[in-house]
């Protein structure tokens, strides 16, 4: 053994592999030290039932508290969905009957005079129906009906108890 000149330990002596021989060292390597105390110990490597279980129920535990805020996120992203849709019909029937001098008869009006590119969908049903108010038109001397309103064909509530269709 020599003492090496820069960190003053001493080097164990090491054979080369030539042909068929093997490196051999003198020196035990860790994994035959703890064989040796522990023979099992290469065999028993990983999780216990017990330590399984709990993460399992640690995860159940996260997701319960985790999915309602999720789902509770979504919907308020839906319901603001719905109300941009409608204010956006309902500028669109604006400036219809404003340059038309008339009320649009259907939704189909807004998306032929490109007033709409396209019937949007309700995110709540997640169809494109929605419910057309009609009434009489103000500005037209022959007192025809059109579009004067839109609401959502969804039934339900949000989670403050207001009625879609009353958006």
Same mark, same amino acid.
Request: aromatic content about 6%.
């Given at each position: 053994? %020599?003492?090496?000149?820069?960190?003053?330990? *001493?080097?164990?002596?090491?054979?080369?592999?030539? $042909?068929?021989?093997?490196?051999?060292?003198? /020196?035990? !390597? #860790?994994?035959?030290?703890?064989?040796? /105390?522990?023979?099992? =110990? *290469?065999?028993?490597?990983?999780?216990?039932?017990?330590?399984?279980?709990?993460?399992?129920?640690?995860?159940?535990?996260?997701? =319960?508290?985790?999915?309602? #805020?999720?789902?509770?996120?979504?919907?308020?992203?839906?319901? #603001?969905?719905? *109300?941009?849709?409608?204010?956006?019909?309902? /500028?669109?029937? +604006?400036?219809? =009957?404003?340059? !038309?001098?008339?009320?649009?008869? =259907?939704?189909?009006?807004?998306?032929? $005079? &490109?007033?709409?590119? %396209?019937?949007?969908?309700?995110?709540?049903? &997640? *169809?494109? &129906?929605?419910?057309?108010?009609? $009434? &009489?038109?103000?500005?037209?001397? +022959?007192?025809?009906?059109?579009?004067?309103?839109?609401?959502?064909?969804?039934?339900? %509530?949000?989670?403050?108890?207001?009625?879609? %269709?009353?958006?």
């Amino acid at each position: 053994m %020599e003492r090496n000149t820069v960190i003053g330990r *001493k080097q164990w002596s090491v054979a080369l592999s030539v $042909g068929q021989w093997s490196v051999k060292s003198r /020196r035990r !390597k #860790t994994e035959d030290q703890s064989e040796i /105390r522990n023979p099992k =110990s *290469k065999i028993e490597r990983g999780f216990s039932l017990l330590e399984l279980m709990i993460a399992m129920f640690i995860l159940i535990i996260l997701l =319960s508290v985790a999915l309602p #805020t999720f789902q509770r996120s979504v919907q308020q992203a839906r319901e #603001t969905v719905l *109300k941009e849709n409608l204010f956006q019909m309902r /500028r669109a029937i +604006d400036q219809y =009957s404003t340059d !038309k001098g008339k009320l649009p008869q =259907s939704l189909d009006d807004l998306v032929t $005079g &490109e007033y709409l590119r %396209e019937k949007p969908v309700d995110p709540i049903t &997640e *169809k494109s &129906e929605w419910k057309e108010i009609t $009434g &009489e038109d103000k500005n037209s001397v +022959d007192g025809e009906q059109g579009i004067v309103d839109v609401k959502s064909a969804s039934e339900g %509530e949000d989670g403050d108890g207001k009625k879609y %269709e009353d958006y």
